[in-house]
Nanobody, 119 residues
Framework: QMHLVESGGGLVQPGGSLRLSCVAS????????MAWYRQGPGLQREFVAR???????NYADSVKGRFTISRDNAKNTVDLQMISLKPADTAVYYC?????????????WGQGTQVTVSS
């Protein structure tokens, strides 16, 4: 089973930067597509960024140019570098892993890490 643990959240001022990390268990990490989602207070969980096993990335329009997702398959980690943070970025950020096996997607989630952007 895949187990994900996020870290790196905290309180930052508007315009500041923060780097989130996600560590995954298992020895087939490289086969998974990894992503970051977030959920603000009273809101639904929304997509933030994704990186495939081949290194292809895509981002939500709201974070393009400010956030960068990366992975290190040797360390089983996925990072999210965030710059120029805004109060609207305040949310719990979740790490996600997905892999399709025999036509069925296996989906895993971390416990989340809080990011608060406020002066």
């Amino acid at each position: 089973q895949m187990h994900l643990v996020e870290s790196g959240g905290g309180l930052v001022q508007p315009g500041g930067s923060l780097r989130l990390s996600c560590v995954a268990s298992g020895n087939i990490f490289s086969l998974y597509t990894m992503a970051w989602y977030r959920q603000g207070p009273g809101l639904q969980r929304e997509f933030v960024a994704r990186i495939t096993s081949g290194g292809s990335t895509n981002y939500a329009d709201s974070v393009k140019g400010r956030f960068t997702i990366s992975r290190d398959n040797a360390k089983n980690t996925v990072d999210l570098q965030m710059i120029s943070l805004k109060p609207a970025d305040t949310a719990v950020y979740y790490c996600n892993a997905v892999r399709t096996v025999w036509g069925t997607a296996n989906n895993y989630w971390g416990q989340g890490t809080q990011v608060t952007v406020s002066s």
